[in-house]
T-cell receptor, first 117, second 114 residues
Framework: GAVVSQHPSRVICKSGTSVKIECRSL??????MFWYRQFPKQSLMLMAT?????????EQGVEKDKFLINHASLTLSTLTVTSAHPEDSSFYIC?????????????FGPGTRLTVL | AQTVTQSQPEMSVQEAETVTLSCTYD???????LFWYKQPPSRQMILVIR??????QNATENRFSVNFQKAAKSFSLKISDSQLGDAAMYFC???????????FGQGTRLTINP
């Protein structure tokens, strides 16, 4: 099946530093990837849609300059949390689309837990 | 805007019994897809089942089946012969055919009692 990986699975950083999270599609080419944020006991909140070779589309209320997304290849998208603060602590999940645009199903990575001290 | 509502924050069922999770959605579109995703304690989102709106036949995947009522905009998930490994958060999701984004419901936490 379609497998999506994320790295790292957990990261702890100091306030003010930047953290990069990688999302990879392992056995398929993903023209589109998505980044979600999930707070404890809550649903997934879409942050941005990432298309290979173009700028990401951010959801309303998501700071583009804080959450930098790069989708440089058909198998890799990265999310960089810049100047992280404790309120950025959360669970970040990526997903990727395989198949045709109209019928595709999103497959999810295992998530990355970010803790900002 | 499309919305997805899961009115049951928590559900519990005895092992081997059957449980139904509810989901309703609001859309003005006619072509769309509906999904149920499972998120176990590992937090890995797993696709359970998917339904195309143009199909009248309800989707089934082994012990999982849906009751898709298009006119009522209802999409419930039935889990038969519940197993301990079914314990998880279950999210209902909607995708308009012409869009890439998924719209998620709030989730239902399912507990399986041995």
């Amino acid at each position: 099946g379609a497998v999506v990986s994320q790295h790292p699975s957990r990261v702890i950083c100091k306030s003010g530093t930047s953290v990069k999270i990688e999302c990879r599609s392992l056995d398929f080419q993903a023209t589109t990837m998505f980044w979600y944020r999930q707070f404890p006991k809550q649903s997934l909140m879409l942050m941005a849609t990432s298309n290979e070779g173009s700028k990401a589309t951010y959801e309303q209320g998501v700071e583009k300059d804080k959450f930098l997304i790069n989708h440089a290849s058909l198998t890799l998208s990265t999310l960089t949390v810049t100047s992280a603060h404790p309120e950025d602590s959360s669970f970040y999940i990526c997903s990727a689309i395989t198949g045709t645009f109209l019928t595709d199903t999103q497959y999810f990575g295992p998530g990355t837990r970010l803790t900002v001290l | 805007a499309q919305t997805v509502t899961q009115s049951q924050p928590e559900m519990s069922v005895q092992e081997a019994e059957t449980v139904t999770l509810s989901c309703t959605y609001d859309t003005s579109e006619s072509d769309y897809y509906l999904f149920w995703y499972k998120q176990p304690p590992s937090r890995q989102m797993i696709l359970v089942i998917r339904q195309e709106a143009y199909k009248q036949q309800n989707a089934t995947e082994n012990r999982f089946s849906v009751n898709f009522q298009k006119a009522a905009k209802s999409f419930s998930l039935k889990i038969s012969d519940s197993q301990l490994g079914d314990a998880a958060m279950y999210f209902c999701a909607y995708k308009f055919q012409g869009a890439q984004k998924l719209v998620f419901g709030q989730g239902t936490r399912l507990t399986i009692n041995p």
